[in-house]
Every structure is written in structure tokens, then in C-alpha cells.
């Protein structure tokens, strides 16, 4: 049997993703061309068809959706062989204080944590939990080696001069739904369709800026305040309002709770970036490797709970 290459196995993780050579083609950097001759390469290295071609995409047959479950497996599994060799070439020693907003701190810290402490066991760890602005300031006066904060496009609402930024997602904004809200069962409403439901938002404390209502409402509706997520969700939940939740969060909404992107072209969008000084230690290194890894499987997770 024809040896099935690793691009091969990417060729159809990618298209039993998408549905359709050319987005796979485009997922990749590949042509068009060139997915299809993998494709056929594999499938006769397989000895059977793994997709049918249709007007409009193709579609897995039983055979392709079993292949393509195993090239992930294999891929994943090749992923994690390459870090963990990395990692023993690589000895990291040492400390790095990290801290991350309540809206990072939800999934995508912990998970780097996890991450962090299995891949580099030597490193002690030392996290908090706190405001943008403060987690700035503790960076600037070196009490922190990585920031992990929410930065929305356009002008900058914070000073990040000097500051080495590297973005880990572009975490749009959307709301958590009670699951018998009216909007409840699509995937996509416009925002102006939100302007006469109850926000649930956080409280202020000091200066730490608080997941309001949406952006652009003018004169939302403030039914309730609440300083942490659990405590916001938990209120949807039970029907009493809506609120807000970044899309690297969507991943821990309970159940009773429907979360729904939002179309609003007057909204510029938000990123999560992780902040170091710009010459940063072989630990700090190792803890942005380790978000920019989670912040990607959390994309993921996110894009596939459309």
C-alpha cells in the first residue's frame, strides 16, 4: 500500500473540517489543485472513496469521517510528541509570575497552567487574578513576568509602549442567553435585537473596567450586577437577564445557558494578548508558549459550539 503522508493526513482533517476543498486549500496555504491531488493519493492509498463530491462542498462517507477522526488522533498525538521532545532539549528552570483578567482567568489561564506545569515541572508558578490596568502596573514594576489582558481595537485605552504584546486570540464579544429566550436558537443576532433585554453586568470595583451591556446599546436596561462569571451565568441561567462573555469563555457557559455571536458593523472588536517586557526570560518564554497553545485549542472549542 502507497505510504499516507503527513500532509495527506492534514489534507483531510482540514477538508472533513470544512466541508470543501477550496476552504481547506485556503485553511492550509495550499492550491486548490494541490488538496485535490492529496486527496486522491490518499484514497487510493486507502483503497476507497473517503468524500462525496457535490455541487456545493463534499461530504465525509463513513469510511472518510473513521480516516479523518484517525488523522486528528495521529496529528495530535505528533503535536504532542514534538513539544514534549522540545521540552527535554529545553530544561527550564527557575520562576514567572503571571497574572490574567477574570475573563482569561475562566479557561484560558488555568489550561496554560496545567499546560506550563506538566511541560516544564521545574518552574514554579506564582498567578493572580486582577484588572488590566493593575496587571500593567505590576508589569512595569516587574512584580509580573506576563500579563494576560483585553485590548479592543482602535485607539488604545491602556499604555503599552515599550511592552512586548503577542496575541493569542481575537476574542469576540458575544452574550449568554437564558435557553428560552426568543433569541435563543439562532446562532447570529443583531445587536440593535438586544436593546430591550435586561443586563446582567459586573460590578465596578476601582478602576477595573466591567463587562457591561453591549458596546453600542444606548441607555441599556440594568437588571443586575454581580463581580464574578459563575455568579453572571448562574443569573442567565436561571432567566433573569443577559450578559456578556468573550469567546475564549464560551467553552465554560452551564447548561440552561445559550451563547450567540452578535452582528454590529459599529463595533471594532477586542483581541486577548499576552504582555512581557521585551526581553523576557526563558520562563516567561515557556508561559506565552503555553497560552498561545491553549488560547488555540480554546478558538477552537469556541468556533466549533456555533
Known sequence: ??????????????????????DAAASLGYTQSAVSRQM????AAVGTALFERRARGVTPTEAGVAFARHA??????????????????????GS???????????????????????????VTVRFTEESTPTLLRRLRSRRLDVAVVGVC???????????????????????????????????????????????IVESAV?????????????RPVV?????????????????LGVCLLPGMAVPSAPSGVRVVRVEDRHWQGRATVAVTDERRSAQA??????????????????????
Open 285 to 306: 518564554d515557556a508561559a506565552v508558549a503555553a497560552l498561545r497553545q491553549q488560547a488555540s485549542d480554546l478558538g477552537q472549542q469556541a468556533s466549533a459550539l456555533r
Open 96 to 122: 514567572v509570575a503571571i497574572g490574567a483578567t477574570p475573563a482569561a482567568a475562566v479557561a484560558l489561564a488555568p489550561r496554560a497552567l496545567a499546560q506550563l506545569a506538566d511541560e516544564h515541572p521545574d
Open 206 to 218: 476601582g478602576d477595573t473596567p466591567y463587562y457591561g451591556a453591549w458596546p453600542t446599546l444606548v
Open 72 to 93: 486528528a488522533d495521529v496529528l495530535a498525538s505528533l503535536d504532542a510528541a514534538v513539544r514534549e521532545v522540545g521540552a527535554l532539549g529545553q530544561r527550564v528552570t
Open 1 to 22: 500500500m502507497t505510504d499516507v503522508t503527513l500532509v495527506g493526513l492534514r489534507v483531510v482533517r482540514e477538508v472533513a473540517a470544512t466541508g470543501s476543498f477550496s
Open 223 to 239: 437588571v443586575h450586577e454581580a463581580r464574578g462569571w459563575s455568579t453572571r451565568l448562574g443569573m442567565v441561567a436561571a432567566g
Open 40 to 43: 486522491r493519493l490518499v484514497e
Open 153 to 199: 481595537a482602535g485607539p488604545q485605552e491602556h499604555d503599552l509602549d515599550g511592552l512586548r504584546q503577542e496575541t493569542l486570540l481575537e476574542d469576540d464579544l458575544r452574550v449568554a442567553l437564558p435557553r428560552h429566550h426568543p433569541l435563543a436558537s439562532r446562532s447570529l443576532v443583531r445587536a440593535d435585537e438586544l436593546r430591550h433585554d435586561g443586563w
